[in-house]
């Protein structure tokens, strides 16, 4: 996914109020960009690093600049190592449908339609992406940005306790039990990061639906990317323990 304009580089000064966060211009001016990450963003704010950010260039906007991506050390063999991190959540749907519909998802390359925000399951949910061809059972996809590095390369989900998180894997293995296929895919947003786990010091509760689910037949996939103040990319497939 290439941004429409090239990010625009800051330093962090700090993040407040979930979705606002104060950084320095190159200039020496403040602004205050719009935060899209509604976790605690555990292990990504580090005042001081180099941020980037998009300008949507609009003026009815009250902060017209979006947080995209922060600079993130991280210990590798006991040594700091400077990583990337794509903080923009709304951006893992289109990421994981851009690699879903160029077949470079091996189990799930047979489907040719994609549906986005589809409504499903007995708790009000909306589904990410509906996987949908003749001939085969419909595959359901929750999609989960992952960006919480833990050091020497294993990433956890979730960073912050999620009941919402949890309504979507009932869902999912409700799914599965209707006869279909379902998939939870970690979007790995974060360069330092080489495998995923779930939380479960961090939401126990959410750890025990993952099982369940997992007990039920529902799928996991995880995909890390790269990323640059140009653009961001999944590109390869992670483990999943």
């Given amino acids: 996914m290439k941004y429409e304009q090239k990010l625009e580089e800051a330093t962090l000064i700090k993040r407040y109020k979930r979705f606002m966060a104060d ?3 190159p200039d020496g001016s403040q602004i205050t960009l719009h935060c899209p990450n509604t976790g605690s963003m555990k292990n990504c704010l580090y005042p001081g690093n180099r941020v980037w950010y998009s300008d949507s260039k609009n ?3 009250k902060y017209p600049c979006t947080w995209e991506q922060a600079e ?3 210990l590798f063999n006991g040594k700091e190592r400077l990583t990337r991190a794509g903080l923009n959540t709304g951006r893992a749907n289109t990421l994981v449908e851009e690699l879903v519909s160029a077949g470079k998802v091996p ?3 047979a489907y040719n339609t994609i ?3 589809v409504k499903y399951g007995e708790e009000n949910s909306r589904i990410d992406l509906l996987l949908q061809q003749e001939g085969l059972p419909d595959c359901y996809v929750e999609v989960k940005s992952v960006t919480l590095a833990m050091g020497d390369g294993l990433g956890l989900f979730p960073d912050a ?3 919402r998180g949890a309504k979507h894997l009932r869902e999912l293995a409700q799914m599965v039990e209707n006869g279909h296929r379902a998939v939870l ?3 790995v947003q974060h360069t330092g990061i080489d495998r995923v786990s ?3 010091e961090i939401d126990p509760g959410y750890a025990e639906e993952f099982q369940k689910a997992v007990a039920a037949g529902v799928e996991v996939l995880a995909w890390g990317a790269e990323m640059s103040a140009s653009n961001i990319e999944l590109t390869k497939s992670l483990s999943v323990r």
């Fill in 161 to 163: 306790v999620t009941s």
């Fill in 115 to 117: 549906r986005r925000e």
């Fill in 59 to 61: 003026p009815k906007r």
């Fill in 107 to 109: 189990e799930l390359s």
């Fill in 72 to 74: 993130i050390p991280v």
């Fill in 23 to 25: 950084v320095s211009l």
């Fill in 198 to 200: 779930v939380a479960s």
């Fill in 185 to 187: 895919f970690f979007c």
